[in-house]
């Protein structure tokens, strides 16, 4: 029945149903936190938007994960906080934050993901922040400055993430990275 409430919330709920879905995203219970993230990537408008980004300073724990997966699933730009939230202790929280940056950063911002990619203090980190430096890198309309950061990042990278980095470039494509 409360999958069903939240489904419903979803479809029909606006900015004011965020703080609930939140305080419902705290809960243990996986499907109760599927069901959540999907009502809350459903809400419609800008002002949800602005909500969800208002509260990422507001939630911690198995919420803060879910607001974030969102965050990056709607694109929602709020790097500052995402950055904040990627040196947090909890990994899922880290991890979730990276792969939002992945999704929304633009292309002054694309060095914070350099940065986790090459070293880390956490290394359980690096495959997700790769995977993010990837996803923001093939988007990112100026593929030649992002080619020409990530060539700088290359002589302080151990050779599997010089690896990783060269994929990279090999996926963005453009004039610089076909050199």
């Not at 419902?24 to 969800?52: H, R, Y």
Request: one cysteine or more; hydrophobic letters at 45%; proline letters at 6%.
């Amino acid at each position: 029945v409360r999958v069903a409430a939240i489904g419903v919330i979803g479809r029909l709920g606006d900015a004011s149903s965020v703080p609930t879905l939140l305080s419902i995203a705290a809960d243990s219970d996986p499907e109760l936190t599927q069901a959540t993230t999907a009502a809350l990537a459903g809400l419609p408008g800008e002002k949800t938007n602005a909500e969800l980004a208002a509260q990422l300073s507001r939630v911690d724990g198995n919420a803060l994960a879910v607001l974030i997966g969102v965050v990056g699933a709607r694109r929602i730009d709020a790097t500052d906080s995402l950055i904040k939230a990627a040196t947090h202790t909890n990994p899922a929280i880290r991890h979730a934050a990276l792969k939002a940056l992945g999704a929304t950063v633009s292309p002054k911002e694309v060095s914070v993901l350099i940065g986790p990619s090459i070293s880390t203090t956490h290394p359980e980190d690096a495959k997700v922040a790769i995977k993010a430096l990837r996803e923001a890198c093939v988007r990112m309309p100026d593929r030649d400055a992002c080619a020409a950061e990530l060539a700088a990042a290359m002589p302080g990278a151990s050779a599997p993430t010089q690896a990783s980095l060269l994929e990279i470039l090999g996926a963005m494509g453009g004039a610089t990275t076909a050199r």
